[in-house]
């Protein structure tokens, strides 16, 4: 079964860290581009980050933009989201998601992890 | 404020078509074809239904349908069922700094 399973979220302090993990499997992971996409408590869907199938190229929305940083281990099937500088308006409900091949579509989506930034 | 517009609600009865639309500018829509559609249910994971304008991933109803035209990008449900109320959301590539933008959401009510 193809599956994308993300964790690493939880409570954490304004300006503080956190890393967010997806772990993917039932597919050949390290043939295609990943996702961040990130839902914030009763609004819509909010593009985060890009990563390219070697890691090679990444992208980012201007408004995580030096603050997150995204990656992938294709030999553990992971990828990552690393958080800093952490605001109020990072709470979010965090999803990984795999991109159709020549496409911009999201075609598996993980459950999502809830990352609740406050003191 | 999103990048690309969609109204905030839509209705229709069932049996009956629907359109939502999706506008932005020639920087995302208009200038590629790179529009997707979502839909997502009260707590539940964003469902890809369209995506390169047209293209129907595989056991997607043939009940949705999309197009664009300029700047502006459609998805239609034809022979509307209770369980396609949801909320949509449309998403393209843009040539912005930032590579993806999403639309506001339009919430589906099928009365």
């Known amino acids: 079964e193809v599956q994308l399973v993300e964790s690493g979220g939880g409570l954490v302090q304004p300006g503080g860290s956190l890393r967010l993990s997806c772990a993917a499997s039932g597919f050949t992971f390290s043939s295609y581009a990943m996702n961040w996409v990130r839902q914030a408590p009763g609004k819509g869907l909010e593009y985060v980050s890009t990563?390219?199938?070697?890691?090679?190229?990444?992208y980012y929305a201007n408004s995580v933009k030096g603050r997150f940083t995204i990656s992938r281990d294709n030999s553990k099937n992971t990828l990552y989201l690393q958080m800093g500088s952490l605001r109020a308006e990072d709470t979010a409900v965090y999803y990984c998601a795999r991109r159709v091949p020549y496409s911009y579509g999201l075609d598996i989506w993980g459950q999502g992890t809830m990352v609740t930034v406050s003191s | 404020q999103s990048a690309l517009t969609q109204p905030a609600s839509v209705s229709g009865s069932p049996g009956q078509s629907i359109t939502i639309s999706c506008t932005g500018t020639s920087s995302d829509v208009g200038g590629y074809n790179y529009v997707s559609w979502y839909q997502q249910h009260p707590g539940k994971t964003p469902k890809l239904m369209i995506y390169?304008?047209?293209n129907r991933p595989s056991g997607v109803s043939n009940r949705f349908s999309a197009s664009k035209s300029g700047n502006t990008a459609s998805l239609t449900i034809s022979g509307l069922q209770a369980e396609d109320e949801a909320d949509y959301y449309c998403?393209?590539?843009?040539?912005?700094?930032?590579?993806?933008?999403f639309g506001g959401g339009t919430k589906l009510t099928v009365l």
């Open positions: 998403s393209s590539y843009t040539s912005s700094s930032t590579p993806v933008v």
């Open positions: 390169g304008v047209s």
């Open positions: 990563i390219s199938s070697n890691g090679g190229s990444t």
